[in-house]
């Protein structure tokens, strides 16, 4: 009687791990699908200019890109934006070769009385 509970405690935990592999790899496959843009530089028409920027000398003088999908670009408000953009080039960028990230949203501060800023 104890291999068969063994036999089974095995299969269910492979199912296990097999969907929490689905599951990752869908997560991965869903954000490489989504189209990012670059919040920072809003162009005339309203739209967003596409995340990233080149080795060029015409992209030197563009300042670093904060990039997010184009759906939550879409649901901020200008000054959420202005906000994440200035959080963002404010701290040193590339520091030991790596990318800097800030959060989206900032957290909101607590006041004393329980109030919220």
């Not at 068969?4 to 592999?21: A, M």
């Not at 005339?44 to 990039?67: E, I, L, T, V, W």
């Not at 990318?99 to 004393?112: D, H, I, L, S, W």
Request: proline content about 4%; overall charge positive.
């Amino acid at each position: 009687m104890l291999p068969e509970v063994v036999v089974l405690s095995c299969l269910t935990g492979q199912r296990k791990q097999k969907h929490f592999n689905d599951m990752a790899k869908n997560g991965l496959d869903k954000w490489f699908k989504q189209k990012w843009v670059d919040i920072g530089s809003k162009r005339k028409d309203g739209s967003f200019a596409k995340c990233g920027r080149s080795k060029q000398k015409a992209d030197a003088k563009r300042k670093y890109p904060k990039c997010v999908p184009l759906a939550k670009a879409t649901r901020m408000t200008d000054s959420q934006r202005a906000s994440a953009v200035k959080r963002k080039r404010a701290v040193a960028q590339g520091v030991g070769g790596k990318p800097t990230n800030v959060p989206t949203f900032a957290k909101r501060k607590k006041m004393g009385f329980g109030g919220i800023v």
